[in-house]
């Protein structure tokens, strides 16, 4: 089991940035439109894939994952009355994934992630 400062050794182990601007206007006083655009880059160096055996002793497989998504979030607003108003809300997304890197850990049973190593 991992205790707490083994937890605090994952941040190593990702890294993600993201840019996010926004955008409001008003054509009419009754129509308000936002976008929200949002990219996204992060990177895994340990993910679990699967099990193997090797010899008949277990062999952990893992990769490092690349992710790189775009999306927006668009939003409609018409004001029809005071009491009653149109909305729509939407946010499509296009989202890349690549795989690579695949180790095997030499020692699964090490507490700290730093002593577990990867080939």
Excluded: H
């Excluded at 497989?61 to 149109?86: H, V």
């Excluded at 946010?91 to 690549?98: A, L």
Aim: charged content about 20%.
């Amino acid at each position: 089991m991992l205790d707490d400062a083994s937890w605090d050794s994952v941040e190593w182990a990702s890294d993600f940035i993201e840019n996010r601007p926004d955008e409001n206007t008003s054509p009419t006083d009754a129509l308000r439109i936002s976008t929200d655009l949002q990219y996204s880059s992060s990177s895994t160096k340990i993910q679990y894939v699967i099990q193997s055996n090797n010899n008949g002793a277990p062999r952990y497989i893992f990769e490092k994952i690349d992710n790189q998504t775009l999306s927006a979030a668009i939003r409609f607003n018409y004001t029809i009355s005071l009491n009653l108003s149109i909305n729509y809300i939407g946010q499509p997304f296009v989202s890349v994934r690549s795989c690579k890197d695949f180790e095997y850990v030499i020692n699964s049973i090490a507490v700290n992630l730093y002593k577990q190593s990867y080939r």
